[in-house]
């Protein structure tokens, strides 16, 4: 589903991201771990082309990601993402923050994209939030509507970048929960997150990154139980 061929990128001097090969098959959950500065962000960004990369390529179901115009904004819908920060749309209601994207990239209808809104509000937990404004709603639930708005789309896979980092722990799981359901009906997923939890309950691999280069791929029991390299081991010393 998505393929990444030798992908270099550098800021400035700083190389970010050092000859990245990484293949996410259809309805795999990659689990991307690594200190903070390696590049797991940047990794993301590229992935749907919030920055293009210098060396290398990506595709998406066998296309090279488009750089500019309507197939850049098609791949945007197509490769759906969540941060840290929830980044709903303040003066909207959680109804609109969620039909927005249907309606203005998709041209849908306003009632099929309600319709289809309420279904994925639903899903979520929160279908009876709908006429409230973000700031109504806790973290947790905040979050959880930038999942189904990040849906309502239809991605082909979806990019998690610490979605869980900036909530307060109670509300940790109630995220999760959503993101498994997601990884068991199938999606491609690639999640950036230190929970390992998550990483074992859904996870297919886990692909540990060190100072921008992929250092470790394995089998999420497999890493966190008998890590191979002395980054991998000294990085889980320190969070575990
Ligand atoms: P991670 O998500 O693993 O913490 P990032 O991908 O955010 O890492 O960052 C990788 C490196 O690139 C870090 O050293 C960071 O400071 C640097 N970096 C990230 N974004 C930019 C940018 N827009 N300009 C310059 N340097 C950046
Ligand atoms: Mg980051």
């Excluded at 303040?90 to 099929?112: C, M, Q, S, W, Y």
């Excluded at 990019?159 to 959503?178: G, K, N, Q, Y």
């Excluded at 250092?215 to 980054?231: C, H, I, K, Y």
Aim: aromatic share 4%; charged share 30%.
């Amino acid at each position: 589903m998505v393929v990444l061929d030798h992908v270099d990128k550098w800021f400035g001097d700083l190389h970010v991201l050092k000859d990245v090969d990484l293949r996410i098959g259809r309805g795999e959950v990659v689990v991307v771990i690594g200190p903070s500065g390696s590049g797991k962000s940047t990794l993301c960004r590229a992935i749907n082309r919030l920055e293009p990369i210098d060396k290398g390529t990506i595709t998406l179901d066998g296309k090279p990601l488009p750089e500019e115009g309507k197939e850049l904004a098609a791949l945007r819908a197509e490769v759906g993402m969540v941060f840290q920060s929830f980044n709903l749309f303040a003066h909207k209601t959680i109804l609109e923050n969620v039909t927005l994207g249907p309606i203005k990239v998709r041209g849908e209808k306003k009632d099929v994209a309600e319709k289809r809104a309420r279904e994925l509000l639903d899903r979520v937990g929160v279908g009876h939030q709908a006429e409230k404004y973000p700031a109504q709603l806790s973290g947790g639930q905040q979050q959880r509507v930038a999942i189904a708005r990040a849906l309502a789309m239809e991605p082909k896979v979806m990019l998690f970048d610490e979605p869980t980092s900036a909530l307060d722990p109670e509300m940790i799981s109630e995220v999760l929960d959503v993101m498994v359901d997601l990884a068991k009906r199938g999606m491609t997923m690639v999640v950036v997150t230190h929970e390992m939890g998550f990483a074992r309950t859904a996870g297919d691999r886990v692909v540990f990154m060190a100072d921008g280069a992929i250092v470790e791929e394995a089998a999420p029991e497999q890493f966190f139980t008998n890590p191979q390299s002395d980054r991998a081991k000294d990085f889980l010393g320190k969070i575990l």
